[in-house]
């Protein structure tokens, strides 16, 4: 049977119309950039590319451009995990400790291989070290993990969400531990081989590789600009995410996930199940989930800047909705939400997308009384993004319009007025505007939420000479 969003749209040609003005819209308005195919069964009813993979000479994407996919390989990390399970050589319930003997933080090591896969571990992230990281190019899990080896939990394993790359290199290191292969070769031997995907693997960002997409974002500094996400530091992927892939590729794997016959039917429903509510659905063991109407959608989207991807996959009908984008994420969210719409229906997500979409728009056209009228009058059940309205006001400074931007900007304060990040975001858009009286006081404002941030003190020494700098 049919899911009632299919019903709607009655057949492929209507399903890919439908699709095709989106993307479209998404390229004008949004700027996507990137490449989508949605197929069903062993059809393609849509595949397209749009934008750049290489703005400097005008190079298109097309359907075989690799694309960083940033978090999306943590499939692939916890599908070869999930198999050393179904081999006897792992156990979920079995601590670290006992799983790498000698492993050398005991107190984390008291997490169990299911807390890892969960992101409930209590591990830490990048976001701790990687900021003031000054070395050399980290380029293997091993690399990774003398960097945060040494670090205390955030939490105490069990206790909750907390997602972490850092516990996804540990089970890429636990994978070579006990297969004896490097990382990529198992995950090329045993996955991606296996199932045609010829175009998947590291890429070296700072390498030039053929067919590869470059990502860019906009410039905060160059109105109209778009910046390269090229982060020497870090340019290769590990086991926490960064390989590339084509949306092809991404669809084949996503194939296998439909049919379920990657693992036995209970470890299938093991790692695919959502357990843990996350920002993006339900996180299960290194799969995401979302039910709507009660129909399942598995998969894994990833991003940061420059990059932004999913992998979806309805296996009760058996649709595969694969995305990948080298630019910001605003067209691939709105994307994300159209199509799940499209064969689903909408769920809270893409509730909360579309009203802040609307109200920024609201804002932008018909003033901030229409706006605050508009967000009066919602519900309770409905709240806008701050992450969303911040980067519709981003987005106009970016094309000019920095009055309208600096504008909704100052809304997001006023709409989130117990939160830092919009206070943070104001501050730092004022102080590239040139407005140093107004980026001192934002930044004070943050300040008053934010006592200790090193960065706003730095900003307020240099325009300031503030004293708590």
């Known amino acids: 049977m049919e899911e009632s969003g299919v019903a709607m ?136 993990f003398a960097r945060f080896v040494d670090e205390p939990l955030v939490q105490a394993p069990g206790q909750g969400f907390s997602y972490s790359n850092n516990g996804y290199v540990v089970l890429g290191l636990l994978v070579e531990r006990i297969t004896g292969e490097r990382y990529f070769d198992h995950l090329a031997r045993t996955i991606w081989k296996p199932l045609g995907m010829v175009d998947t693997g590291p890429l070296r960002m700072d390498i030039a590789a053929p067919r590869m997409a470059h990502g860019y974002f906009r410039s905060p500094d160059l109105p109209g600009a778009w910046q390269s996400n090229l982060d020497p530091r870090t340019p290769v992927g590990a086991a926490h995410g960064g390989i590339f892939s084509t949306v092809a590729d991404l669809d084949r794997f996503g194939a296998a996930l439909a049919r379920g016959d990657l693992l036995s039917p209970a470890l299938m429903r093991e790692w695919t199940t959502g357990r843990q509510a996350y920002h993006r659905g339900m996180y299960g063991l290194g799969c995401s989930e979302v039910v709507i109407d009660g129909k399942r959608i598995i998969g894994h989207s990833g991003g940061h800047d420059g990059v932004a991807g999913e992998l979806m996959v309805w296996p009760q009908s058996g649709y595969r909705f694969s995305i990948l984008s080298n630019t910001e994420p605003d067209g691939y969210f709105a994307l994300v939400s ?41 519900g309770p059940a409905i709240r806008p993004s701050e992450g969303l309205l911040d980067a519709q006001a981003l987005r106009e400074i970016h094309r000019g319009r920095s009055a309208a931007g600096l504008a909704l900007l100052r809304f997001n304060v006023e709409v989130f007025a117990k939160s830092s990040w919009p206070r943070w975001s104001l501050a730092e858009a004022l102080r590239r505007q040139g407005d140093s009286t107004g980026a001192v006081a934002a930044y004070r404002d943050y300040l008053a939420l934010e006592p200790d941030d090193a960065d706003a003190k730095r900003w307020l020494s240099i325009l300031a000479g503030d004293p708590r700098a």
Do not use: C
């Open 9 to 144: 749209a009655k057949t492929p040609t209507s399903l890919a119309g439908r699709l095709k003005a989106e993307l479209e819209r998404a390229v004008r308005e949004d700027d996507f950039s990137g490449s989508v195919l949605l197929s069903r069964g062993e059809k393609v009813v849509f595949a397209g590319s749009y934008g750049l993979a290489e703005r400097g000479f005008g190079i298109p994407n097309q359907l075989d451009t690799r694309f960083n996919t940033a978090s999306i390989p943590k499939l692939f990390t916890s599908l070869a995990v999930m198999r050393l399970v179904e081999a006897g050589k792992l156990r979920l319930d079995q601590s670290l400790n006992s799983a790498w003997p000698g492993y050398p933080n005991t107190d984390a090591g008291q997490a169990t291989i299911s807390q890892l896969l969960s992101h409930t571990a209590g591990f830490g992230n990048h976001h701790t070290w990687l900021p003031t990281y000054a070395g050399p190019p980290l380029l293997t899990n091993r690399d990774y």
């Open 338 to 378: 159209f199509i799940k719409q499209l064969l689903t229906g909408a769920d809270q997500i893409s509730r909360v997308h579309d009203y802040s979409r609307a109200l920024a728009q609201v804002f932008l056209t018909k003033g901030a009384e229409a706006a605050r009228a508009m967000h009066a009058g919602q």
